[in-house]
């Protein structure tokens, strides 16, 4: 079974630039998720998706942040315009609906920001 | 919403069996507990979940008391690929399915 697959692995932008994320989940997978992780730090979920639509966007900062499911599988994650403090790991996750917990993430991408 | 609370590290030997502790606080009674395991460079994996009395599976256990108020995660016998940053998670499906990652255990494990 194929796991989760993001795109870029690693990404160097400067401030003020754009900068937008791929993910793919398993396949048959309702729920996906964008986490952003600081170094040294845990996971901070930014938004959750059921199928093509919000769940839980609280955390996603608004004025730059944003993403989309449109079809209710891939998903894109996009930073405009980007700063500093956006260096981080983004990960995407996703697991089979709400009720069932256990998310499988994929490898991550590192964004750096200059 | 409920936070969650785990020593920032912990250090044991190869062969011996490790807890480690996770604090929850609010907790409601359908919300689940799960523990991930995350190695440098890698997304989180999922170790175990449960919300009451005890789980076990092939790689851990998980204790919860009937208070819910906290659980264990219980590895037996470590070896140095356990060496890795633990989380506990707490699902509170009660409030609009918030997602909470505590801040990591970073479990060391000598020879």
């Known amino acids: 079974e194929a796991g989760v697959a993001q795109s870029p692995r690693y990404k160097i932008i400067e401030k003020r630039q754009s900068v937008a994320f791929w993910c793919n989940p398993i396949?048959?997978?309702?729920?996906l998720y964008w986490y952003q992780q600081i170094l040294g730090q845990g996971p901070k979920l930014l938004i959750q998706f059921q199928n093509n639509g919000v769940v839980d966007d609280s955390q996603l900062p608004k004025d730059r942040f944003s993403a989309e499911r449109l079809k209710g599988v891939d998903s894109t994650l996009k930073i405009q315009p980007a700063k500093l403090e956006d260096s981080a790991v983004y990960l995407c996750a996703s697991s089979f609906n709400l009720v069932n917990n256990e998310q499988f993430f994929g490898p991550g991408t590192r964004l750096t920001v200059l | 919403l409920a936070k969650t609370t785990q020593p920032i590290s912990m250090d044991s030997y190869e062969g011996q069996e490790v807890n480690i502790t996770c604090s929850h606080n609010?907790?409601?009674?359908?919300?689940?507990i799960t523990w991930y395991q995350q190695f440098p460079s890698q997304g989180p994996r999922f170790i175990i979940q449960g919300y009451k009395t005890k789980v076990t599976n092939e790689v851990a256990s998980l204790f919860i008391p009937a208070d819910r108020k906290s659980s264990t995660l219980s590895l037996p016998r470590v070896s140095l690929s356990d060496t890795a940053v633990y989380y506990c998670l707490v699902v509170l499906y009660s409030s609009a399915s918030k997602i909470i990652f505590g801040s990591g255990t970073r479990l060391s494990i000598r020879p």
């Open positions: 609010n907790i409601a009674t359908n919300d689940y």
């Open positions: 396949s048959g997978h309702a729920t």
